[in-house]
């Protein structure tokens, strides 16, 4: 049985810093990750990938030079580190994993959610 549990959320000031952590279980080939998000009345949005080996990643505009992806495969951990939060960073963060190394862009391509972890930015 598969199991991702995201850690690490809460409330932060804007400018402040936020470490997420996804931890996996029950996957054993090789398998990308991700981070989404979804804020109160919008859609689910992606916001970083990395694949199995960790060498490749993507973020999306809006938090590209501020947030960094990574992964300990040996802990089986996924990390999310989120600088210089900003007000618009507030939502409900997910990991997400798929049955590939190579990741994906669209919540659609991954075949396991974590239960997500509230992030909350106030001024």
């Known amino acids: 049985q598969v199991q991702l549990v995201e850690s690490g959320g809460g409330s932060v000031q804007a400018g402040g810093s936020l470490r997420l952590s996804c931890a996996a279980s029950g996957l054993f080939r090789q398998y990308a990750m991700g981070w989404f998000r979804q804020a109160t009345g919008k859609e689910r949005e992606f916001v970083a990938a990395i694949g199995w080996s960790g060498v490749t990643t993507y973020y999306a505009d809006s938090v590209k030079g501020r947030f960094t992806i990574s992964r300990d495969n040996v802990k089986r951990t996924m990390y999310l580190q989120m600088n210089s939060l900003k007000l618009e960073d507030t939502a409900i963060y997910y990991c997400?994993?798929?049955?590939?190394?190579?990741?994906?862009?669209?919540?659609?391509?991954?075949?396991?959610w974590g239960q997500g972890t509230q992030v909350t930015v106030s001024s």
């Open positions: 997400a994993a798929r049955n590939s190394p190579s990741y994906a862009l669209s919540p659609g391509n991954y075949d396991y």
